[in-house]
Nanobody, 126 residues
Framework: QVQLAESGGGSVQAGGSLRLSCGAS????????MAWFRQGPSKEREGVVF???????MTESSVKGRFTTFQNTAKNTLYLQMNNLKLEDTAVYYC????????????????????WGQGTQVTVSS
């Protein structure tokens, strides 16, 4: 079992920055794919940034150049740094994890992630 808990959401004006944190426990050193997803009002959940156990990152085009993710392995914490926030970034943000596939890249579909945090709200206003 892997337990995930996000923090750091809040309200920010367009053009501002926020950093979300995701604390992980219980992974017993398993190799994990980790990801940030978001779900805006009346929208489907979408992947934002993905990171594999080697630190390789893939970023969706809608946030490329503005969002990045990084890990503090000593603290078992994953971060999402969000810069130049836009109104359309308003959403509940979730971190998620799944055991890393042996012979393929980390999945991008939310359906393939089986560990989820509770989510944290990010609201961007004009």
């Amino acid at each position: 079992q892997v337990q995930l808990a996000e923090s750091g959401g809040g309200s920010v004006q367009a053009g501002g920055s926020l950093r979300l944190s995701c604390g992980a426990s219980g992974n017993n050193f398993r190799r994990l794919c980790m990801a940030w997803f978001r779900q805006g009002p009346s929208k489907e959940r979408e992947g934002v940034v993905f990171i594999n156990s080697a630190g390789g990152i893939m970023t969706e085009s809608s946030v490329k150049g503005r969002f990045t993710t990084f890990q503090n392995t000593a603290k078992n914490t994953l971060y999402l740094q969000m810069n130049n926030l836009k109104l359309e970034d308003t959403a509940v943000y979730y971190c998620a994890a799944v055991e890393e596939p042996k012979f393929s890249n980390c999945p991008h579909s939310s359906a393939q992630y089986n560990y989820w945090g509770q989510g944290t709200q990010v609201t961007v206003s004009s």
